[in-house]
């Protein structure tokens, strides 16, 4: 399985981005897709899942401003709106399907003026 990030760049505080997150296999296939997020001298950390379900959940810092949701063939997506400086970080995807699990190589969000 292979999983493609992208859509990550260079943002004034205040804007938005949105992030996509290609798969190889179906998005259908997997029980759980998620963003984390590795921000420079941090642990990477979990930041939203959503299950094969469409069950969603966020980390407390995103809720109400990021937004994650999948389209019904091989992609996903994270909506992320009223960006700030501490959002700046690396965005991984990954997906979950048993006890395997994948990730995807990461695209950089920048946050700055």
């Known amino acids: 399985v292979q999983l493609q990030a992208s859509g990550g760049g260079l943002v004034q505080p205040g804007g938005s981005l949105r992030l996509s997150c290609a798969a190889s296999?179906?998005?259908?296939?997997?029980?759980?897709l998620a963003w984390y997020r590795q921000a420079p001298g941090k642990q990477r950390e979990f930041v939203a899942r959503i299950t094969a379900g469409g069950s969603t959940d966020y980390i407390a810092s995103v809720k109400g401003r990021f937004t994650i949701s999948k389209d019904i063939r091989y992609t996903m997506y994270l909506l992320m709106n009223t960006l700030s400086p501490e959002d700046t970080a690396v965005y991984y995807c990954n997906a979950k399907r048993g006890t395997a699990e994948y990730w995807g190589q990461g695209t950089q969000v920048t946050v700055s003026s």
């Open positions: 296999q179906k998005i259908s296939s997997f029980t759980v």
